[in-house]
């Protein structure tokens, strides 16, 4: 029986008050904080997806577009994208909130990448995805050019056989 869910199913939130533990002397959040918290919220959405162990195979660039200052309410959104034999890419996007003055802004959006693995500690394969939003279509649609960028940046796949990312650049000419 070959498994696909939904990206629904492995929706993940959570939400964190930024504490003065949790600030840079400019009162922001520190970055390695907003890390931490958006791989545990990734990892879970994963484990959701999976209904295994996930190990953290790689984090694509975090931009901070917008300071989450000291008192603030932060609130991560996770779900897988889209799965590949034995990993998955989950987006992540991360809003704060400063509740007494009535403003929410987002600050974050992420790629991270999960392996499950059984038992033994070994990878091991995951159910497809499903998409059916049109948001969930577009992320599903580009997660190959994405995996195939990360592949090539880490050296596991040279850039000639990145047919994915090959058709964008014979598009632009």
Same mark, same amino acid.
């Given at each position: 029986m070959h498994l696909i869910k939904k990206p629904a199913e492995s929706l993940t939130t959570m939400t964190e008050l930024v504490l003065p533990n949790d600030t840079n #002397?400019? *009162? *922001? /959040?520190? #970055? #390695? $904080?907003l890390m931490y918290w958006m791989d545990i919220v990734s990892a879970i959405a994963a484990q959701k997806h999976s209904n295994r162990l996930v190990v953290t195979a790689s984090v694509d660039n975090i931009t901070f577009a917008e300071p989450i200052g000291l008192g603030n309410v932060l609130t991560l959104r996770a779900h897988v994208t889209r799965a590949f034999s034995t990993s998955m890419e989950v987006y992540i996007e991360?809003?704060?909130? +400063? @509740?007494p003055n009535g403003r929410k802004v987002s600050t *974050? %959006?992420?790629f991270f990448t999960f392996v499950a693995l059984d038992k033994e500690g070994k990878p091991t394969q995951v159910p497809e995805v499903s998409p059916e939003t049109t948001e969930e279509k577009a992320l599903f649609d580009s997660a190959l050019r994405r $995996?195939?960028?990360r592949l @090539? /940046?880490?050296g596991r796949m040279k850039p000639n056989d990145a047919a994915e990312l090959k058709a964008i650049? +014979?598009?632009? %000419?």
């Amino acid at each position: 029986m070959h498994l696909i869910k939904k990206p629904a199913e492995s929706l993940t939130t959570m939400t964190e008050l930024v504490l003065p533990n949790d600030t840079n #002397g400019l *009162n *922001n /959040l520190m #970055g #390695g $904080r907003l890390m931490y918290w958006m791989d545990i919220v990734s990892a879970i959405a994963a484990q959701k997806h999976s209904n295994r162990l996930v190990v953290t195979a790689s984090v694509d660039n975090i931009t901070f577009a917008e300071p989450i200052g000291l008192g603030n309410v932060l609130t991560l959104r996770a779900h897988v994208t889209r799965a590949f034999s034995t990993s998955m890419e989950v987006y992540i996007e991360a809003w704060a909130e +400063d @509740i007494p003055n009535g403003r929410k802004v987002s600050t *974050n %959006k992420a790629f991270f990448t999960f392996v499950a693995l059984d038992k033994e500690g070994k990878p091991t394969q995951v159910p497809e995805v499903s998409p059916e939003t049109t948001e969930e279509k577009a992320l599903f649609d580009s997660a190959l050019r994405r $995996r195939q960028l990360r592949l @090539i /940046l880490a050296g596991r796949m040279k850039p000639n056989d990145a047919a994915e990312l090959k058709a964008i650049f +014979d598009q632009a %000419k």
